[in-house]
């Protein structure tokens, strides 16, 4: 097991925005790739399905800063696709973005 600041090379701060619903997927770059890291290796597996930044955290079992770090780095050299999250009407939430977190943390506990 690699300590998780050494995934990051000891950097704390993603270079971009990542909120925990901001959802990553996987680039044909990334699929086409070959000697990628073991870490990218472990996010382009389970971002085939497209999935939020703090689901890619809770079933790598690492800290939601470090997954913010490596999916940037990772978004930089064009291995994931960040997807913009929807706003919702300013008068209550976005009823899609509360479906979405739902479904994660269902997905986490089954």
């Known amino acids: 097991m690699v300590r998780a600041y050494a ?8 270079r971009v925005r990542l909120e925990i619903e901001t959802l990553v997927s996987t680039t044909p770059r990334a699929e086409a790739a070959d000697g990628l890291r073991s870490e990218h290796q472990a996010v382009a597996q389970l971002c085939r399905r497209s999935r939020s930044v703090a689901e890619v955290a ?4 690492v800290p939601l800063g470090v997954v913010r770090v490596l999916l940037a780095d990772m978004a930089a050299l064009g291995l994931v696709a960040v997807h913009e999250t929807a706003a919702g ?7 899609e973005l509360l479906h979405r977190v739902l479904r994660g943390l269902t997905n986490l506990r089954g």
């Open 7 to 14: 995934w990051t090379g000891g950097r704390t701060r993603a």
């Open 58 to 61: 809770a079933l790598l079992s």
């Open 89 to 95: 009407a300013q008068d209550g939430p976005d009823v």
